[in-house]
Every structure is written in structure tokens, then in C-alpha cells.
């Protein structure tokens, strides 16, 4: 705290303020690293989401390898490398979705979309399921690589283990995207899990 407090030029007691603030924002956590005996010491470092604020050029770099891929390789690769991106992100979650009933499933599968960035909610309306993605994380690289919204949509369907249909799109100029599954599908999986 002393070297931080003279770096700024501010006392102990408002470094000590600011990185409370910092780190109930999520933007700095605190790590006690022990050396030897005696108390340990503070050691902060930046979140993944303060590391987001900072200017990046992963948009850019992400357009380039995007168009090089397309460039390089059939419609037909790409889209399996998509879907291969989805798999990776879906694998995880599909152990802890594994067994669970529906509904159940649906309210773990909308707190991880959440955490990929795509602010899901769920309905049920009549015989479908419908899944609102309220914001998406790869709008901009969508905007000139469509084909990235495959994953959204691959990741909801491996996720739940049940076939997703694609009803609305932003790149469309819907408001959001949107997805249904079919509640009969979903039940007659449920009854192939037990």
C-alpha cells in the first residue's frame, strides 16, 4: 500500500478506499502470497473484465484470421470449425445440464449464456421453448462474417442435446436473436436420459 500510496500521491487510507472500489466493481482481485513467516502480502492484478476496458485490437485480428480462413478454405470447413468452436464451449456444460429435468436445464443453460455474454431469457410459449439472446458478443465480427452465428445457435443445441431453430437475427435487423425448441423433442429427450 506505502508504494502505491507514493506512486499516486495520495495516503495509505485512499489507496486502500480506491481498491475496495475497484475490486467490489470486479475490476482488480486480491491475491495473499505468503513468503516465509510473518504476515502476507497484498498482490493485485486486473480481472478479465478490466483487462476488456483497455483498448484492444481483437476485433480487428479476428476479422483478419476470419477472412484468411474464408479465403483458405470451403464454406463447408468453416462451418465445421464453427460448430467445432461451439463444441468446445458447449462441452463443459453439457455435463452439468446432463440428467437434469427441463426446466431445470433451461435456467442453467440461460445463467451460461449469460456468462458468454449473450444475456439469454427463456419462455415457454405453447408448444415451444423460445431463447432471446438480448445482446451478443459477436455482434461486430458478424457484421462482416455472418457465418459466426452459427455458434450461438450450436452452442444452445449441444448444450441442451436437442435440434435449435434460429427465428430471429440482429444481423437481420431484428431486435434480438432468438431461438425455439420444441417442448415434444425436449420431453422425448428427457425420456432417453433416465
Given at each position: 500500500m506505502k508504494e502505491l500510496a507514493e506512486a499516486a500521491g495520495i495516503s495509505p487510507v485512499s489507496v486502500r478506499h480506491h481498491?475496495?472500489?475497484l475490486?467490489?466493481?470486479?475490476?482488480?482481485?486480491?491475491?495473499?502470497?505468503?513468503?516465509?513467516?510473518?504476515r502476507p502480502r497484498h498482490e493485485f492484478s486486473l480481472t478479465e473484465q478490466a483487462l476488456e476496458l483497455f483498448p484492444s485490437r481483437y476485433l480487428r485480428l479476428t476479422s483478419r484470421l476470419l477472412d484468411e480462413i474464408k479465403g483458405s478454405f470451403s464454406e463447408e470447413y468453416v462451418e465445421g470449425l464453427l460448430s467445432s468452436v461451439a463444441d468446445a464451449m458447449a462441452a463443459d456444460c453439457t455435463?452439468?445440464?446432463?440428467?437434469?429435468p427441463l426446466e431445470e436445464r433451461l435456467v442453467r443453460l440461460a445463467e451460461l449464456l449469460d456468462e458468454e455474454g449473450f444475456a439469454a431469457e427463456i419462455e415457454r410459449r405453447g408448444e415451444d421453448v423460445i431463447i432471446r439472446e438480448l445482446s451478443c458478443p459477436y455482434l461486430h465480427i458478424g457484421q462482416e462474417h455472418p457465418e459466426v452465428c452459427l455458434i450461438g445457435q450450436s452452442f444452445i443445441a449441444k448444450a441442451l442435446s436437442l435440434p435449435v431453430?434460429?427465428?430471429?437475427?440482429?444481423l437481420d435487423g431484428d431486435a434480438h436473436c432468438a431461438?425455439?425448441?420444441?417442448i415434444e423433442e425436449a420431453a422425448s429427450g428427457e425420456s432417453h436420459d433416465g
Open positions: 481498491l475496495a472500489s475490486q467490489a466493481d470486479g475490476l482488480i482481485q486480491l491475491d495473499e502470497v505468503r513468503h516465509g513467516v510473518g455435463a452439468q445440464l446432463q440428467g437434469l431453430e434460429r427465428v430471429r437475427c440482429v431461438f425455439t425448441v420444441q
